[in-house]
C-alpha cells in the first residue's frame, strides 16, 4: 500500500530514470540514446525504465519557462513501430497495469523526492541518483557551447554536475550540454 511507503528507504530507488532533452518542442538525438541504453540497464537490473522530459527557456537575467515532464509506455502499442528497437511498454513485461495504481505510486515517490530535494538539496537525493544514471561509467562524447571532448563519465556532484574525466586525465565538471554515450562512435 502506498501508506506504507518509506522515502528515505533509498533501496526504494530502485528504477533506471533517464532525463530526455527537448529544445523548442524537438527531442535531442542524445534522448533516444540514452532511453535504449537506459533499456539495457532497467533490463540487466530487471527494473523499470522512466523518461523525464526536460526543457527551459532562459537568459542570463531570468528563467521564461520550464517543461518538466514524465512519460511511460502501459500498454503494447503505445509508441511508433520504428521506436520498437528502444521502446517498451509495462505490459510487455507484466500483467496489464492499472494505470490508477501507477499513478498513485507514481506521485508519491515524486512527492517524496520533491520532499528530499527540498529539504536536503541535491544531496538528498544524489545517492539513488547515481545508482540509477546509465552514463557513470561509460564512455562518453561531451558537446555544449564551449566545450567538446571525449572522456568518461565518473560521478556525480553535491549539485548534480555530471563529472566526466577526459582523455587527458582532467576531471570536467559537466553542467549543461549534450552528453552522447554514442558520440564516442562518431554519431550522435
Given amino acids: 500500500m502506498v501508506e506504507n511507503y518509506n522515502s528515505m528507504d533509498l533501496a526504494a530507488f530502485k528504477n533506471v530514470w533517464v532525463f530526455c532533452e527537448q529544445r523548442q518542442g524537438k527531442m535531442m538525438p542524445t534522448t533516444f540514446e540514452l532511453i535504449s541504453e537506459g533499456r539495457k540497464l532497467a533490463d540487466e537490473l530487471g527494473v523499470e525504465l ?3 522530459l526536460l526543457e527551459i527557456s532562459a537568459d542570463l537575467d531570468q528563467i521564461e519557462y520550464v517543461v518538466v ?6 500498454l503494447r502499442g503505445a509508441y511508433p513501430p520504428e521506436l520498437s528497437d528502444r521502446a517498451a511498454a509495462l505490459e510487455e513485461f507484466a500483467d496489464p497495469p492499472v494505470r490508477r495504481e501507477i499513478v498513485v505510486h507514481y ?7 520533491m520532499t528530499l530535494l527540498e529539504e536536503h538539496g541535491f544531496p538528498g537525493i544524489q545517492e539513488a541518483y547515481r545508482r540509477h544514471c546509465c552514463t557513470l561509467g561509460s564512455r562518453v562524447h561531451v558537446i555544449g557551447t564551449e566545450i567538446d571532448f571525449i572522456g568518461t563519465a565518473e560521478d556525480i556532484d553535491e549539485t548534480g554536475a555530471l563529472l566526466v574525466r577526459d582523455e587527458s586525465g582532467v576531471l570536467q565538471r559537466v553542467l549543461s550540454g549534450d552528453v552522447s554515450v554514442r558520440g564516442v562512435m562518431g554519431y550522435v
Fill in 69 to 74: 515532464g514524465t512519460g511511460l509506455n502501459v
Fill in 107 to 113: 506521485l508519491k515517490a515524486l512527492e517524496d523526492n
Fill in 50 to 52: 522512466c523518461g523525464i
